[in-house]
């Protein structure tokens, strides 16, 4: 029994010995796998760099959406890459990166400018610079409609209800916009309701039936405004009619702006007086809001119309875009189917809400 005890500590002793030769050897193992690994990958043939391979790699990536062309002014071979508005320059690095690799040449550096949104990149050919590509996304074509200045006209009063005028109206595709006081079958044009509101010197001018009043109650100007809007539900907003007195008035201006914005809804004000408080509270509460640049009066004549939509097309091409309001007479509407028609190549007709 004592000799068993004092050969006991010698038995872990071994284990313990068998424990670290075993540890040993799998790192050993381990090493020696990564050394085949790296020699395999050093004994492996490089392809021979080949710059006219490589340019007919490039070329093929236009049947992708890539742009390729020379380079002019560079020292090296050089080509400069549009690459798919899509992609990203990463993406097209990392192919690029593979494409030169596949075909013997190294990276020797990439340079980013983001400020012009480009990518340089520079390859080489063993310690010899050989190619530059510089890279670009491909520019989004516009259309020629979007170089060219928008005309919006905004036909408004009841001149549009007669049978003639209307026939006109429709008939031309000039007039996109139209503001009416009364039930309108939907259409392809953007309507408008005309909202009457308190002229100064109301009653002896007066908007009309349903005129917003700045003395009556808060819940008797929500309900005609509401009324007014349900005449033309699909409306984009309203026209305001008269309203010198009105909308100089807060409490009438905020509960007009408050409503627009809970419906959803545009305010159009042809001439706005010099104290309206209409566009500073629309702006403030993110209302969209439009003024006429060139407003005509119901009593314009055809050579008055034709006069005004020239000063129109001077304002659309100097500040790239210009609204008019005009009357339904057959008169004004003839005047502006004219003009439509001399000046369609010059302009693109729109409605006010497509105004740019």
Known sequence: MRHQRKNRPLVWFKI??????????????????????????ILRPRPHPSLADFQKSLDSLSA????????????ASGWQLSIPAPSSFVLAN??????????????DSVVEDRQRAAVTMYLNMGDSLAVKLALRKKAVLKSPEQYLPDIALVVY??????????????????FKTLALAERKDSTDLDFLNLLPLEPKGYPQQDPGPGTILVDESPSSRRSKIMKCHQLNPQAKGFYIRFGS???????????????????GLIIVEPVPTSASLVASLAKTRKVPYYKADLYLKPSATYAEAQKSLMLAAGLATKNGRAIICLPGSQAVLKAAAEFYAAHKERFVFVSITSVK
Do not use: M, N, T, Y
């Open 16 to 41: 313990l010995g068998l424990l670290a030769a075993l540890a040993l050897l799998a790192v050993l193992s381990v090493s020696f796998k990564h050394s085949i690994l790296k020699i395999g990958q």
């Open 94 to 107: 990392l192919k690029l990166h593979r494409l030169a690799q596949s075909h013997g040449l190294g990276v």
């Open 64 to 75: 992708q959406g890539w742009q390729i062309a020379a380079l002019p002014g560079s020292s």
């Open 245 to 263: 007195r009105a909308v100089e008035d807060p409490a009438v201006v905020a509960q007009l702006v408050d409503f627009c914005r809970e419906q």
């Open 157 to 174: 009063e009841s001149g549009v209800s007669g049978k003639r005028p209307s026939q006109h109206l429709l008939g031309c595709p000039a």
